[in-house]
């Protein structure tokens, strides 16, 4: 038999074990999905060199893995019955309460940086009167019934002044410029002023248009400088709200001799334009394919009040025409200098095209993209015909 004290020491000393290993096992680190996940670092590409890294934790939906200038489809990680998530796209938030420019001011005209370019054009609109960087619809879209787009909107306020982008003479006013007759007011253009410039290009005269006008404020035969306010922003003709159809037209004054007016105006004081060629898998021209572009520095920062996103179309096949140079169909204008991100969604394939380009002050920057092929940069080959603008 065992004394009391002795019994009553084993006692003491067997729950001191029991406390003692209890203490070990819960001190044990057991990983879990929430401290064991694995870290996705961003690497930028050469262009990108000396940005800060962005590393992130993956998120609960299938990640695409490649590298961001592999210039191949990312391969989404996802079961064949499980729907595949593209990049949570936003609009820029304008700040509430606050109207600032969103451009700065033009280079002088004109402006052409290499032989090709043909930046003639001073804006029709004034960078202060203008607070969306982006316009609902761009050269080559598609609009009501089924329209090709031959110009580009510049949204704005209704009675926003509007000025001629070159010298010349004022050969319409008033309605009836698309079907040709002043007598038919109902014309999808409205109000319109068109202008016979007093220069050309490549021995062709060129022609601007000014569409949608609320008030015309010069007359029929007047000459006009760069500068001369031609009329008021309406929303006159077949809108949707008030702002400004402009057109460049070359050769003739016509509705199918238009070109992308973007590659006409000359940019913003340190900012760039960004030119594609999208090919689909048989080497023809890709119609109305979505285009997204993201800032990589805004990226890099992970700032979703600052993070900008652009989104163009492809041009549609009709009534539209290239630059005989770049051949272009996808054009993103007016975009401040510095590395961006090129996405190009194939949603019924499941992948998403990546690839990162370098938008440098008042030039072009160009790209290829055919289908299974992927991107090419560099600017196109060196046409045998001579581009000079005439004198």
């Given at each position: 038999m065992i004394p009391g004290r002795i019994r009553t020491l084993l006692i003491f000393l067997g729950i001191c074990w029991i406390v003692s290993a209890g203490c070990q096992t819960t001190g044990t680190l057991v990983p879990s999905p929430e401290t064991d996940s694995l870290v996705q670092d961003f690497t930028p590409s050469p262009s990108g060199a000396g940005q800060p890294t962005l590393s992130a934790s993956p998120s609960p939906s299938p990640v695409p893995s490649s590298t961001p200038d592999s210039g191949v489809p990312l391969e989404v990680k996802s079961s064949p019955t499980a729907a595949v998530e593209l990049p949570r796209l936003s609009f820029p938030t304008p700040t509430p309460g606050s109207r600032s420019p969103w451009r700065p001011p033009v280079y002088p005209i004109p402006w052409a940086p290499n032989p090709y370019d043909h930046f003639y054009f001073s804006r029709p609109i004034a960078a202060d009167d203008i607070d969306r960087p982006f316009s609902n619809y761009g050269y080559g879209d598609v609009y009501f019934e089924n329209v090709v787009h031959t110009g580009?909107?510049?949204?704005?306020?209704?009675?926003?002044?509007?000025?001629?982008?070159?010298?010349?003479?004022?050969?319409?006013?008033?309605?009836?410029?698309?079907?040709?007759?002043?007598?038919?007011?109902?014309?999808?253009?409205?109000?319109?002023?068109?202008?016979?410039?007093?220069?050309?290009?490549?021995?062709?005269?060129?022609?601007?248009?000014?569409?949608?006008?609320?008030?015309?404020?010069?007359?029929?035969?007047?000459?006009?400088?760069?500068?001369?306010?031609?009329?008021?922003?309406?929303?006159?003709?077949?809108?949707?709200?008030?702002?400004?159809?402009?057109?460049?037209?070359?050769?003739?004054?016509?509705?199918?001799?238009?070109?992308?007016?973007?590659?006409?105006?000359?940019?913003?004081?340190?900012?760039?334009?960004?030119?594609?060629?999208?090919?689909?898998?048989?080497?023809?021209l890709w119609e109305q394919q979505t285009i997204y572009l993201h800032s990589q520095l805004d990226a890099r920062l992970q700032n979703t009040d600052q993070d900008q996103l652009w989104i163009a179309r492809t041009y549609k096949n009709e009534a539209i025409h290239s630059d005989p140079y770049y051949q272009e169909n996808l054009v993103f204008p007016d975009l401040p200098a510095g590395t961006y991100q090129i996405n190009i969604p194939m949603t019924e394939y499941g992948l998403v095209f990546t690839h990162q380009i370098e938008i440098f002050p008042g030039q072009v920057s160009y790209f290829q993209f055919q289908l299974w092929d992927g991107f090419k940069d560099g600017p196109p080959p060196t046409p045998t015909v001579n581009f000079s603008p005439a004198p």
């Open positions: 580009i909107d510049i949204p704005g306020e209704q009675g926003t002044p509007v000025y001629a982008a070159g010298p010349g003479k004022v050969i319409w006013t008033g309605y009836g410029y698309y079907r040709g007759s002043s007598n038919i007011l109902n014309d999808p253009y409205g109000k319109v002023v068109a202008i016979k410039h007093s220069f050309g290009y490549q021995a062709q005269p060129l022609f601007t248009v000014y569409a949608h006008l609320e008030d015309i404020t010069v007359r029929n035969g007047q000459y006009v400088q760069a500068g001369d306010q031609v009329g008021i922003m309406g929303e006159t003709g077949h809108t949707t709200g008030p702002h400004l159809h402009f057109e460049v037209r070359i050769g003739e004054d016509n509705y199918f001799a238009t070109r992308n007016p973007n590659l006409w105006l000359a940019p913003p004081q340190g900012w760039g334009l960004l030119i594609g060629q999208i090919r689909d898998g048989s080497g023809r």
